[in-house]
């Protein structure tokens, strides 16, 4: 027999052991994967993790990181609060009534209301020293306090607020600087204490109207209580910048109607801003109750 049929006899059969060895192999497979599933129920195939979850606007990407883009979501919520008159809830227009209406009120009567204090020197003191807790100097560190504790102990909850409280004082000081440029109200020891608009001798970046810390308070204490629904909680951060509020009134820095003006601004602020950034995977571990009771998403709806 010649050599070259003997090679080509021999790359036949290796083809044919090949194919052979294959399909033992594909069969001795499928027998074993049949016998562990009969022989072992517990060995199941189980659904994989979820392929993308709601991550955290403000993701833990390094200490100073998440205020890169900070400037583009305060870009965006000015934007929104700016022009939330033409796209507000219909539900919402109650709300919006009974804040105008009442500091309307408020306004009108003033002058009436700050003649009935004692206006003594120890009155406005007090009121002074109490007044400091709604400083750029007391807000921003307790803001600065909670993102940096929260990060340092990988609590998301407690870093989240340090961000939105950020975020939302930055929202509300700019607001609030581009009423008082409008509004130029004197202040209760200015231009004889009529506290006229269009009238502060000290121009307008001094306006009266709305009270800078009543807005930074009532902020940072809505962006509190939104992310710990608390009794206590509420007590403290609302106690606390309602303290703030009336002091401002007894130190005779400002109306009545510049307080509530501003307070109402900086709870607005917070709950639209918590709405925006909150991450909403930090509440699996809540109730169903506590879920909905969280804060009332009133001025969620602006946008």
């Known amino acids: 027999m010649p050599f070259s049929d003997v090679s080509k006899g021999t790359q036949d059969l290796h083809v044919l052991g090949t194919g052979l060895v294959r399909k033992f192999l594909a069969a001795a497979l499928l027998l074993t994967a049949s016998a562990f599933g009969q022989a072992d129920p517990v060995i199941e195939v189980k659904p994989g993790s979820e392929a993308i979850k709601n991550k955290d606007f403000y993701e833990k990407t390094g200490w100073l990181h998440p205020f890169r883009r900070m400037p583009a979501y305060v870009v965006h919520d000015q934007k929104a609060v700016w022009t939330s008159p033409v796209h507000t809830a219909k539900s919402d227009i109650k709300w919006w009534a009974i804040f105008g209406g009442a500091t309307a009120a408020f306004i009108a009567t003033d002058r009436w209301t700050v003649k009935q204090l004692p206006n003594s020197s120890s009155q406005v003191s007090v009121s002074t020293w109490g007044s400091r807790f709604g400083s750029a100097y007391s807000v921003i560190p307790v803001s ?48 004889n204490g009529r506290g ?16 800078g810390h009543a807005i930074n308070t009532w902020a940072l204490a809505s962006v509190i209580a939104h992310e710990y629904p608390k009794p206590l909680v509420y007590v403290i951060a609302y106690g606390l910048a309602s303290t703030v509020v009336m002091a401002r009134v007894g130190a005779r820095k400002h109306f009545p109607g510049d307080v509530l003006a501003g307070g109402a601004m900086g709870w607005f602020m917070g709950d639209y801003v918590y709405g925006k950034r909150h991450n909403r995977e930090l509440d699996k571990n809540r109730s169903g109750a506590r879920r909905i009771l969280d804060h009332v998403r009133v001025s969620a709806a602006i946008e």
């Open 144 to 191: 600065a306090a909670f993102y940096f504790i929260g990060t340092a102990r990988h609590d998301e909850r407690f870093r989240e607020t340090g961000l939105i409280a950020f975020e939302t004082l930055i929202d509300a000081n700019l607001v609030a600087e581009g009423i008082k440029l409008v509004a130029d109200r004197a202040r209760p020891l200015e231009s």
């Open 196 to 211: 006229r608009f269009e009238d502060s001798p000290n121009g307008r970046w001094s306006s009266s109207f709305p009270s």
